[in-house]
């Protein structure tokens, strides 16, 4: 299996070098509206902005960061398939303007712009993202009632373009080989995410550094994998470190990004000789993950009764039996950005007795 990652260098409100209908996903982390760090790039795509920012007009500064960005969406739209699943990760913005400590509601926006385009909020997630720092508290510390609580939680939003859900031919190959595990779903899907940590970002330049706001690299991979399939594409109008484009080359999915700024495209090209490596390891985990729950589901005196297609290892339902694991195996540099070849990944060393009847009765040997 081949997949294929296009990189551009560009503005996203306007996604030239993407086809119509040609997207099944989009995973992105955008600039949060008024959060200091990215004043200067919303006053660059628009000089009101930051006349509204030194004036003391906050309302008219947040309402116009999200006007940038909707027009992102906008073409967002347009290039996805019906029933293609977009995920953005955003938090909200605490921040005093003219002297007026508030909470600027991004998720909101967001979620309000998406709907206007006709798109359908589906659950969201949150994850915890705790402030390091000894000193958490805001206002008046230890003295009611002008406190105020710290944000330590970001959203991901999820939307379905369109009221219907994708369609696939019966029995689609690709989709039933990308197949999560039951205990991975029972994991993925809850609304809550406490098992993801933010973490420092590792790029060289301090100024390099504070532009970034990459996500850790469970996020997308997650939502790549629970929300699309093996020859999907997913785009990323925001590409940043190119988060993304490597979850989704870890995940054989195929990718685009849109990034602004030519730096960290450079920079992507040392961290994605890495793919190679860390797919086996992400696979291996993941493989390890679930004999330790074939293990303790066994101890625990519970049968399985399916054997997976493709492993010797026992599954919990029959939507899991024909799962599949690639692994990136080369990673070859294209006029746009990169082509990576894909591995079916061995299994694992978990044998298996069986029943007559094939339903499988236990594990005898690890």
């Known amino acids: 299996m ?145 406190a105020y609580v710290t944000l330590e939680h970001e959203y991901i939003l999820v939307f379905r373009n369109g009221k219907d859900s994708r369609s696939f031919e019966p029995g689609s190959e690709r989709r039933y080989n990308s197949a999560y595990f039951w205990e ?69 999915r195929n990718s685009i990004g849109y990034e602004l700024d030519e730096e960290f495209i450079r920079l992507f090209e040392q961290r994605v000789e890495g793919v190679p490596t860390y797919s086996t390891e992400v696979v291996k985990k993941r493989l390890d993950d679930h004999k330790e729950f074939v293990e303790q589901r066994l101890a625990d005196e519970k049968d399985f009764k399916y054997k997976a297609d493709n492993y010797d290892f026992p599954v919990t339902t029959k939507q899991e039996k024909q799962i599949q694991f690639y692994t990136a195996s080369e990673v070859e540099k294209t006029n746009d950005g990169y082509q990576v070849g894909h591995e079916a990944a061995e299994s694992t060393d978990i044998d298996i007795e069986e029943s007559q009847s094939g339903e499988v009765a236990s594990l005898s040997d690890f």
């Open 2 to 146: 081949e997949t294929n990652h296009r990189i551009v260098a560009g503005d996203s409100r306007s996604l030239s070098k993407v086809d119509d209908d040609s997207v099944e996903m989009v995973v992105t982390s955008p600039p949060y509206p008024m959060i200091e760090m990215w004043d200067d790039l919303f006053s660059e795509l628009n000089p009101k902005i930051d006349e509204n920012l030194e004036n003391g007009e906050g309302q008219s500064a947040f309402a116009l960061m999200h006007e940038e960005l909707e027009k992102v969406w906008a073409e967002v739209n347009r290039v996805m398939v019906d029933g293609g699943i977009v995920c953005i990760n955003i938090g909200d913005a605490t921040r005093k303007v003219d002297g007026s400590f508030r909470v600027f509601q991004n998720h909101s926006r967001i979620i309000n712009a998406f709907e206007d385009l006709g798109f359908e909020p589906l659950p969201e997630i949150l994850w915890r993202k705790p402030v390091n720092s000894g000193a958490k508290f805001m206002g008046s510390g230890m003295l009611p009632p002008n």
């Open 184 to 252: 991975e779903r029972n994991q993925w899907f809850s609304d809550v995410w406490m098992d993801i940590k933010g973490e420092l970002q590792s790029i060289d330049g301090d100024e390099l550094r504070e532009r970034s706001a990459a996500y850790p690299f469970e996020i997308p991979y997650r939502l790549i994998n629970m929300y699309s399939v093996y020859g999907d594409t997913v785009l990323d109008p925001f590409w940043g470190t190119g988060t993304t484009s490597f979850a989704a080359m870890v995940a054989g």
